[in-house]
């Protein structure tokens, strides 16, 4: 078994953790033939039926903005299509199974800031964008770098409760 995060490609249906044996698990999820797209900064593989983009699949914006806010710069951007499952890239110590503060990160509950440094020195400063779901959170990171050609770099941070320490920076 490999703890997957599936992401539904309908915004109502909420990302969640579930547990697949094998290939034909991740094909009844995906609804097809596999296709893997790498998210190499985060050590996990996003997997995607890929006939969706022959059968017109509907766009999974969640999956699509977290897949170029962390591959941003590493060729054309893809977009996600369909339900997108989820995996460990057998990069990190948790091999197939998505990284355990990758599933608080992307499933549970809390806020998200994006952050500026504005002379792109990694002094970070936190903005007044603030979010609940990770996937709102990269976008609006996207948008702003984008706005700006030259100076600040912004990242996404979430609000981690005391205690715990934050997740999904990117370097």
Not at 6 to 33: M, N, R, S, W
Not at 70 to 98: E, I, K, Q, T, W
Request: hydrophobic share 40%; aromatic share 12%; with cysteine.
């Amino acid at each position: 078994m490999v703890t997957t995060i599936v992401i539904p490609q309908d915004a109502i249906g909420e990302p969640h953790v579930q547990e697949l044996a094998g290939l034909d698990d991740f094909q009844k999820v995906t609804g097809g033939f596999l296709e893997p797209f790498e998210v190499a900064p985060l050590g996990i593989t996003f997997w995607v039926n890929e006939a969706a983009a022959r059968e017109r699949g509907g766009l999974n914006a969640r999956a699509t903005a977290l897949y170029w806010y962390y591959n941003a710069g590493h060729g054309l951007p893809n977009f996600m299509l369909g339900d997108v499952v989820v995996s460990g890239n057998g990069s990190c110590r948790s091999g197939g199974d998505v990284p355990e503060e990758l599933v608080f990160g992307l499933v549970a509950p809390h806020r998200f800031v994006v952050q500026v440094s504005p002379d792109d020195d990694e002094h970070w400063q936190n903005t007044f964008a603030r979010f609940d779901y990770i996937y709102d959170a990269t976008l609006w990171c996207m948008l702003l770098a984008r706005s700006f050609e030259h100076g600040p770099a912004f990242r996404v941070q979430a609000e981690a409760p005391s205690g715990t320490e934050a997740l999904l920076e990117e370097d």
